[in-house]
């Protein structure tokens, strides 16, 4: 009976592991998404940076200031993107431990 009380909590403690183990998978995945995202966010911005010279320089009639504040915007909706994602990311962390 001992042996077989033994195996029972054996097979629960590799159980366990291997949700860990997984979990550990999920996290190094979504770390990575990060990563992959603020690089992204990081070209966009360089992008919209090089948008905004190559218009300032072309043609005087173009409402610059609009082009500056569209590119404000998107930078910062950009931004909350990346913060949203940091906090699912934070929350979803959270309720896996």
Do not use: C, P, Y
């Not at 366990?16 to 990563?35: A, M, R, T």
């Not at 992959?36 to 009639?61: F, M, N, P």
């Amino acid at each position: 009976q001992n042996e077989k009380v033994l195996k029972g909590v054996m097979k629960q403690q590799e159980e366990k592991i291997f949700q860990l183990i997984d979990k550990s998978g999920e996290v190094s995945i979504l770390k990575n998404e990060i990563f992959h995202l603020k690089r992204s966010l990081q070209h966009a911005e360089t992008e919209a940076k090089v948008l905004w010279e190559e218009l300032r320089g072309k043609d005087s009639k173009v409402d610059t200031t609009h082009v500056q504040e569209r590119l404000r915007q998107q930078q910062e909706v950009d931004k909350l993107r990346l913060m949203l994602l940091e906090k699912e990311n934070e929350r979803q962390m959270l309720s896996d431990k």
